[in-house]
């Protein structure tokens, strides 16, 4: 039985504590160092084929981007979106676990069009958090989230673009995240969908839907206390 020990596992879930760690008040930057170096360290016992590979992966990209947002280095944020397309790779299409692949990734390559001004990272996060979304039907806990994420990835392109079409399907998607009659017991989640969903609207000067943004993001203020 001691033969199939997986001798990653331990070294993994402690890289996990130090990225924890770091993320408190009285966390340091060498805690994130250090959890950085144990997911590099726990991925040489993981080989492609191994299992627990593309968790692994998914770890050591969050954790690279905790890095690029604390220092701002692009060759950083490069390996964390070369990290995090191999863990994707790794996904089965259609599965749920893919679905959290495709959400770090997207954000990834959000935060370097936001360096780098590149629309084909834009594009890319957009067609990522699409895929993300699709993947989170109606009832799952994720799929505000998810939806939300879409729609201000699409109100950025909008105004990278100026394309009214990016912006109108921003809209109706952070509206359908914001009163999703199926998405019960976590209306502060909502309440964010409700606010984007206002901003979107006051662009397009739109006092129809700021007012229902609005009214929304009361209800489930209500909801919430």
């Known amino acids: 039985a001691l033969s199939h020990f997986d001798h990653s596992r331990p070294t993994h879930n402690l890289a996990r504590a130090y990225r924890a760690l770091a993320s408190l008040s009285f966390g340091t930057p060498e805690d994130l160092d250090k959890s950085i170096a144990l997911f590099r360290e726990a991925l040489h016992g993981r080989p492609v084929g191994h299992a627990g590979r593309p968790y692994t992966l998914d770890s050591l990209a969050l954790a690279l981007l905790d890095r690029f ?18 863990a994707l790779t790794l996904r089965v299409p259609g599965t749920l676990k893919r679905y959290s692949s495709l959400t770090n990734l997207s954000m990834a390559l959000r935060a370097r069009f936001e360096v780098t001004h590149n629309p084909h990272d834009l594009d890319a996060c957009i067609s990522h958090a699409r895929e993300s979304a699709s993947l989170c039907p109606p009832g799952h806990p994720d799929r505000c989230v998810q939806l939300r994420n879409l729609a201000a990835a699409l109100q950025l392109r909008s105004g990278s673009s100026g394309s009214q079409n990016d912006l109108q ?3 109706c998607i952070a509206r359908d995240a914001a009163t999703d009659p199926m998405d019960v017991g976590q209306p502060h989640k909502r309440i964010t969908s409700a606010l984007l969903w206002a901003d979107i ?10 007012l229902g943004a609005y009214r929304t993001c009361m209800q489930l203020l209500q909801e919430s206390l």
């Open 69 to 86: 947002e604390r220092d701002g280095h692009d060759e950083v944020l490069n390996e964390c979106i070369s990290v995090q397309f191999e």
């Open 169 to 171: 399907e921003a809209l």
């Open 201 to 210: 609207a006051r662009s397009r000067n739109d006092m129809t839907e700021i």
